[in-house]
């Protein structure tokens, strides 16, 4: 019991907890607003904030390549696509009362009865797992042309780590990835141009 | 810290991201809460590779650039729907109604 508690105290972390509450209270606010409000500027806005309090998130598990990733990718690219979308179809920019349909009560039922499910079920499965980042913190070994190689001794071993593992055991999904987004880049334009 | 904080604010984003995809008729607004919903699935993924080692790291890496392919080609169909019907009402695209 004493062991028990004792073994709380050194792995209770205080700072990451509170800037996870502040920070899971906004994000949680932040998307409420974005599937709610009338205006459809201000849905894009407030996307801004969910996405931004992600890659935060992602900083607090130290995935620190992911967060600058989330950072360009969504706030950079993907929002100002969304802008120029809702500006290219000419969607009211102030307040309109006509961008929810009339199932609103039954998209709250499915919405509870959804987080309830998940809830329940990853609090029995998971509940009291603490994290402890044991998994970033194995030595990262590789094997490039037949050297081996340790990685994780300087600052950026991590993210080095990561680059090992997109190009080593994950190499082909990549590549099939590079091949979805030229499709995907084809179709749009095909879609999006005018004949 | 907890795994499940992070998964249960997970579970929250993507209710309220379905919560949008069902209620929401303007296709724009329905490819946000898209985003939303795959975000979550980001949190959940980073959370559980702390456990498991950095495949979950490089699965929410091609989370994202699916979902940038995703709000590419969906964008390009939501402006294609707007011309051709003056409309991005997504309820009033109902021509496959059985």
């Known amino acids: 019991?004493?062991?028990?508690?004792?073994?709380?105290?050194?792995?209770?972390?205080v700072p990451g907890n509170v800037a996870f509450a502040v920070l899971a209270v906004l994000m949680v606010v932040a998307a409420i607003r974005v599937v709610t409000t009338r205006n459809i500027v201000h849905a894009a806005l407030w996307l801004v904030v969910v996405l931004g309090g992600n890659a935060v998130v992602y900083l607090i598990l130290q995935a620190e390549f992911?967060?600058?990733?989330?950072?360009?990718?969504?706030?950079?690219?993907?929002?100002?696509?969304?802008l120029f979308g809702i500006m290219l179809t000419r969607a009211p920019l102030g307040k309109s009362?006509?961008?929810?349909?009339?199932?609103?009560?039954?998209?709250?039922?499915?919405?509870?009865?959804?987080?309830?499910?998940?809830?329940?079920?990853?609090?029995?499965?998971?509940?009291?797992?603490?994290?402890?980042?044991?998994?970033?913190?194995?030595?990262?070994?590789?094997?490039?042309?037949?050297?081996?190689?340790?990685?994780?001794?300087?600052?950026?071993?991590?993210?080095?780590?990561?680059?090992?593992?997109?190009?080593?055991?994950?190499?082909?999904?990549f590549?099939?990835?590079?091949?979805?987004?030229?499709?995907?880049?084809?179709?749009?334009?095909?879609?999006?141009r005018r004949d | 810290m907890l795994l499940n904080q992070f998964l249960l604010l997970a579970a929250v984003l993507f209710s309220v991201g379905v919560y949008g995809v069902i209620v929401r008729k303007n296709g724009v607004l329905v490819l946000m809460s898209v985003e939303l919903i795959l975000n979550a699935v980001n949190i959940n993924l980073i959370a559980?590779?702390?456990?498991?080692?950095?495949?979950?790291?490089?699965f929410?890496?091609?989370?994202?650039?699916?979902?940038?392919?995703?709000?590419?080609?969906?964008?390009?169909?939501?402006?294609?729907?707007?011309?051709?019907?003056?409309s991005v009402d997504i309820d009033q695209l109902d021509e496959l109604r059985g």
């Open chain 1, 66 to 82: 992911l967060a600058l990733t989330q950072l360009l990718v969504y706030i950079g690219a993907i929002i100002v696509l969304f």
């Open chain 2, 48 to 58: 559980f590779s702390t456990y498991w080692g950095l495949g979950g790291q490089v």
């Open chain 1, 175 to 192: 590549e099939v990835v590079s091949v979805l987004l030229t499709g995907a880049l084809i179709g749009a334009i095909v879609l999006a």
């Open chain 1, 97 to 173: 009362g006509d961008l929810d349909n009339n199932q609103r009560w039954i998209g709250a039922a499915v919405g509870v009865l959804l987080l309830l499910v998940i809830g329940y079920a990853v609090t029995r499965t998971w509940g009291s797992d603490r994290l402890d980042f044991a998994a970033y913190d194995l030595p990262q070994v590789s094997d490039v042309a037949g050297s081996t190689v340790e990685i994780g001794g300087s600052g950026n071993g991590r993210t080095q780590a990561l680059a090992n593992e997109i190009f080593g055991s994950y190499l082909i999904p």
């Open chain 2, 60 to 86: 929410a890496l091609f989370v994202i650039a699916v979902a940038a392919a995703e709000v590419g080609v969906g964008l390009a169909i939501v402006l294609l729907i707007y011309r051709n019907r003056r």
């Open chain 1, 1 to 13: 019991m004493t062991g028990l508690l004792a073994a709380a105290e050194t792995t209770f972390d």
